[in-house]
């Protein structure tokens, strides 16, 4: 049998790769191996491991890498702390295949470690742009490192080619969020209250902030921004959720709580929802703000808008329904004002949305099971014509 190993580190990439872990759990011809790490292990952030154990998926092995300082140098620490522990996961557990999803400078450790380690590497989400993260620099560097690509739309296919990729091992597969939309019983708002303990009786927003790492305004000032054009609109509700785990979440997390205090009727701090509620609270709000990527992939397939904030995102194709704007109280507020728009309401309905295709896990997953992996690690560089 073919041993498999899914990688997870976030519970954002977790809610992606949930139909495929269970694609391949559910193979008789495949071997799961289930490799957790990063932020699933952190309180502060949800320990998120006990929503991956509720899905019935036990973890083969659970890596600490010691997120417990986000500066650059705390950052650099657990980096390397990471590639070590990987390194004697893959000497112990030989996986044949190595599946990585995404841009996170944990995943970046993941592959270096299969890399020494001569294990191939499947990549989803690679070809994408995000030019205001050091992100993107890890995702083009897990490109160069995988053997199987799985992007998420054409232009992102070619692109991977365009880094010097073989075409017959890159393919447009649509991308895992919208299809878990597609096949996931969302909560209705009822429900969702009394699962997260807040009334949501009047319109809310979900808000989603991450430090944005390559920008020249700190993160700080844009939170406090943000903050600022959220104050305009007290007949609003809010739900927080928590920052991620690069250098500034820690801040942010704590400016979410110190709002609370002062508004804590308006508004409720969560570490993690959880795929299931995140995307329920999606569903239902008036609009996701923020600058998370599940603005730029989920939002549109439910066809509820979404205002993205600054350049953590800039450069990736992206749907009518979302809505760009400066770090800058007054821009947020003009995107809110454009989003509440008669026109804008009535072309909400009949957007396209751009990452969609059927069957995206079982298809990733008829790959993984069928690719012939005899001399995959042995790269030829692809040049295109000019």
Request: hydrophobic share 40%; proline share 4%; glycine share 6%.
């Amino acid at each position: 049998m073919r041993r498999i190993c899914v990688y997870t580190s976030t519970r954002a990439e977790y809610g992606l790769l949930r139909n495929l872990i269970k694609e391949i759990h559910e193979d008789s011809n495949l071997q799961l191996q289930l490799l957790v790490s990063g932020t699933h292990l952190v309180r502060e952030q949800g320990m998120t491991i006990e929503e991956i154990r509720r899905d019935g998926f036990e973890p083969d092995k659970c890596v600490d890498i010691g997120l417990i300082n986000d500066s650059p140098a705390g950052i650099c620490h657990s980096m390397g702390t990471a590639v070590s522990g990987y390194g004697k996961f893959f000497a112990e557990y030989t996986p044949d295949l190595l599946v990585i999803l995404g841009d996170r400078f944990e995943a970046f450790c993941c592959a270096t470690a299969a890399q020494v380690c001569r294990i191939p590497v499947a990549h989803i989400h690679g070809g994408e742009t995000t030019q205001g993260a050091v992100d993107e620099a890890f995702r083009h560097s897990i490109t160069k490192m995988a053997h199987l690509h799985f992007a998420c739309c054409e232009a992102y296919r070619r692109r991977i080619i365009q880094m010097g990729e073989q075409p017959e091992y890159v393919y447009n597969v649509g991308a895992l969020g919208v299809e878990n939309i597609r096949n996931l019983k969302l909560m209705k708002q009822d429900d969702l209250e009394k699962a997260i303990g807040f009334k949501l009786d009047k319109p809310f927003f979900l808000v989603t902030f991450h430090p944005a790492t390559l920008e020249e305004k700190s993160f700080k000032t844009q939170f406090d921004q943000l903050l600022a054009a959220l104050d305009r609109y007290p007949d609003h509700k809010i739900i927080f959720t928590g920052a991620n785990a690069d250098s500034g979440g820690r801040v942010i997390n704590q400016m979410q709580k110190d709002y609370h205090k002062a508004h804590p009727e308006q508004c409720l701090v969560v570490p993690s929802l959880g795929y299931l509620r995140y995307l329920s609270a999606m569903k239902c709000c008036k609009v996701v703000i923020g600058n998370s990527s599940s603005g730029i992939f989920e939002a549109p397939a439910l066809k509820v808008p979404s205002i993205n904030i600054g350049d953590r995102q800039k450069g990736r194709i992206r749907a009518e329904s979302v809505v760009d704007c400066y770090p800058a109280e007054q821009s947020i507020l003009a995107a809110l004002k454009i989003i509440h728009g008669h026109l804008f309401q009535s072309r909400l309905k009949t957007m396209s949305i751009p990452f969609e295709k059927s069957g995206t896990a079982k298809r990733i997953k008829e790959i993984l099971k069928k690719a012939d992996l005899k001399d995959i690690l042995k790269k030829v560089f692809h040049d295109i014509a000019y």
